[in-house]
T-cell receptor, first 111, second 113 residues
């Protein structure tokens, strides 16, 4: 079942923060976050594993709440280069890397 | 990091012809690769799972005779769109799993005229 991403879209000014959520009704092994720019393939951002962890990469970080089967992606002090569509991909136990994708969250950063 | 190379990145073909898209894992062996299709403003849609040395597993609604998948080696999977029609125009992306994470090819923009 497709994970639910929210919001569908968000418009920010450069330097503002954003949170993108991804929730699943199934027990998850991992959550993957990707960013896709128009006309390009998705680019891997990070993966979070069962066990409830938080990861960070520069000003982009994410958390995974195993009990709630939810993950959140945090973008702080957003830059113009952060614009794109963010997808979460969820992986269940023994799925052999097969991901089920959320519908995506479009992020527009304005100067 | 792990690299998946997809070729071609863009192809325009005439209706009725076939198009082959290649997906290579450059620095790791991939027993399983995935083929996705993406329509404008939509999420990735899994078409099929490509298994090295065996038949691909197709998702419901995907015509296996139209979208031929061959995974002849641990580093190469191909998707052939046979007798392409304008409605097959789309963005096709492959991915391969390695350790923790899935890595994507660059994608192929197919336009059928």
């Amino acid at each position: 079942q497709q994970p639910v991403q929210s919001p569908q879209a968000v418009i920010l000014r450069e330097g503002e923060d954003a949170v993108i959520n991804c929730s699943s009704s199934k027990a998850l092994y991992s959550v993957h976050w990707y960013r896709q720019k128009h006309g390009e393939a998705p680019v891997f951002l990070m993966i979070l594993l069962k066990g409830g962890e938080q990861k960070g990469h520069e000003k982009i970080s994410a958390s995974f709440n195993e009990k709630k089967q939810q993950s959140s992606l945090y973008l702080t002090a957003s830059q113009l280069s952060y614009s794109g569509t963010y997808f979460c991909g969820t992986e269940c136990e023994d799925s052999n890397y097969q991901l089920i994708w959320g519908a995506g969250t479009k992020l527009i950063i304005k100067p | 990091g792990a690299v998946v190379s997809q070729h071609p990145s863009r192809v325009i073909c005439k209706s009725g012809t076939s198009v082959k898209i290649e997906c290579r894992s450059l620095d790791f062996q991939a027993t399983t690769m995935f083929w996705y299709r993406q329509f404008p403003k939509q999420s990735l849609m899994l078409m099929a799972t490509s298994n090295e040395g065996s038949k691909a597993t197709y998702e419901q609604g995907v015509e296996k005779d139209k979208f031929l998948i061959n995974h002849a080696s641990l580093t190469l999977s191909t998707l052939t769109v046979t007798s392409a029609h304008p409605e097959d125009s789309s963005f096709y992306i492959c991915s391969a799993g390695f350790g923790l994470g899935a890595f994507f090819g660059q994608g192929t923009r197919l336009t059928v005229v």
